[in-house]
DNA sequence: TAACTCATGTAAAAAGTTACATGATTGG
DNA sequence: CCAATCATGTAACTTTTTACATGAGTTA
């Protein structure tokens, strides 16, 4: 039950309409934890009706704003201190390499080779990102830039990785 | 759909049970792509409905064998040779880090010293398996090998981010 | 013979995706 | 006024998780 923290999180910085929050999940936390649309509001309806987000405002075309109120506040402050910590990740694109094998060698390593192209291009997206954002100390940019750090030494990891493993699938398979 | 493929390219290796197929999801594949007993019994019947897979022995304690079939076979291929690549993956771990600020600077410091730590157990266990494993020239293991050594640099750099991200929290948080 | 591992199945709930549906406001 | 963006909602479907249920063979 992330996705309802992730939410309560973002509105612990500052109070947002769903329309606001999918553009978040659209951008910074498209990395960690994406979200559709619909998922948001419904999560929105369920977290209002339970009193952990409360409506603060409306604008036009329909905007409703939510903030958090002292409960969530509680709700998030309890996740983020539980003693579990989840390493595991799902990943089709690594998945699929465990499968190359059944491929040609070629197809195997233009697979690879692809791998390492998108990891090359996301490494360059999120550098310019971090070199054009203007960064005050707000602490909530602060993590922010933290996870954007993370997603930089990440990508170069598994571009040089691909192209490890391009070699070595080169070298290895029949 | 990438757990039918996950069983399609298991079986492409050799023939195996569900329960087979469970370890390989325990251990190996637990890495990139997590799944539960009942998904995966549940996955087999519908592939062999499908013919991508049928029954190619029975033991004892009701253990009934599948084996990939042609069919299986091409859908399996035509899956790895798509054109999209998927880098996206979901860490709550890392959502977590998105809201440290919420917390005080020892709290936010403590859970990344918690992330440090336990990628460094991850990095040892990944290395005691790359050292003991007998490493055979067999091409399904090949693949497995750089599945490995993706979770050995991935498990470094998640450890060297975290210690630098202590750093700086300590550093820039109030 | 008791505990453990092997072995499969299913039901219910929760989470996530895709698609459809609608309408207001704003900027060029 | 037209296109784009803002803004929300929901229905149907797929995927994943959790829990319950059962029984056969193996080992100490």
Chains 1, 2 share one sequence.
């Not at 939410?7 to 929050?21: C, I, N, R, W």
């Not at 559709?36 to 309806?45: D, F, W």
């Not at 405002?57 to 709700?75: L, V």
């Amino acid at each position: 039950m992330s996705l309802r923290h992730a939410l309560l999180g973002l509105l612990a910085e500052k109070p947002a309409s769903g329309y606001d929050l999918l553009k978040r999940f659209e951008t910074s936390l498209a990395m960690v934890w994406p979200a559709q649309q619909s998922q948001i509001y419904g999560e929105l309806a369920k977290l209002n009706e339970g009193g952990l987000i409360e409506i603060t405002g409306t604008g036009a075309r329909n905007r409703r704003e939510y903030g958090i109120t002292d409960a969530g506040r509680a709700e998030l402050r309890e996740w983020l201190t539980e003693p579990g910590l989840d390493l595991a990740f799902r990943s089709a694109a690594l998945l699929r390499v465990f499968f190359l094998w059944t491929l040609t060698r070629e197809e195997g390593t233009a697979y690879l080779e692809r791998f390492a192209r998108e990891n090359r291009e996301r490494l360059a997206t999120l550098e310019a990102i971090r070199d054009n954002v203007e960064w005050t100390g707000d602490p909530a940019q602060i993590a922010g830039w933290l996870i954007l750090e993370y997603g930089i030494r990440g990508s170069r990891t598994a571009e040089e990785w691909a192209r490890w493993a391009t070699e070595q699938l080169t070298e290895h398979l029949p």
